[in-house]
């Protein structure tokens, strides 16, 4: 059983910054691969990015890929999201999950989710 936790969410400019954390409990969390969706108002949930258990090898939606990387401290039982040139439309509630199966890109691929964390970009 794996729990999970976001934070970090909140209001930044067009442009801006912001790293959204994710802690886990469990003694299993090193095995899970791990990943970030988002869902914007009125749309469905969206994958953005996943990152392996071992070796941290991520992958990106095309949306997000070279402004956002996913990182993981397996000894903190934590996985990051750090976002760069933010854009008003990347502004949704930020969730994480966890996987055992490699490279999952849907929601329907993940067994345990948080709770999410909104993150609003301002034009």
């Known amino acids: 059983q794996v729990q999970l936790v976001e934070s970090g969410g909140g209001l930044v400019q067009a442009g801006g910054s912001l790293r959204v954390s994710c802690a886990a409990s469990?003694?299993?969390?090193?095995?899970?691969?791990m990943g970030w969706f988002r869902q914007a108002p009125g749309k469905e949930r969206e994958f953005v990015g996943t990152i392996t258990w071992i070796g941290g090898t991520t992958w990106y939606a095309d949306s997000v890929k070279g402004r956002f990387t996913i990182s993981r401290d397996n000894a903190k039982n934590t996985v990051y999201l750090q976002m760069n040139s933010l854009k008003p439309e990347d502004t949704a509630v930020y969730y994480c999950?966890?996987?055992?199966?490699?490279?999952?890109?849907?929601?329907?691929?993940?067994?345990?989710w948080g709770q999410g964390t909104q993150v609003t970009v301002s034009s």
């Open positions: 999950a966890a996987t055992k199966k490699l490279w999952g890109t849907t929601s329907n691929d993940y067994d345990y």
């Open positions: 469990g003694r299993t969390f090193s095995s899970y691969h």
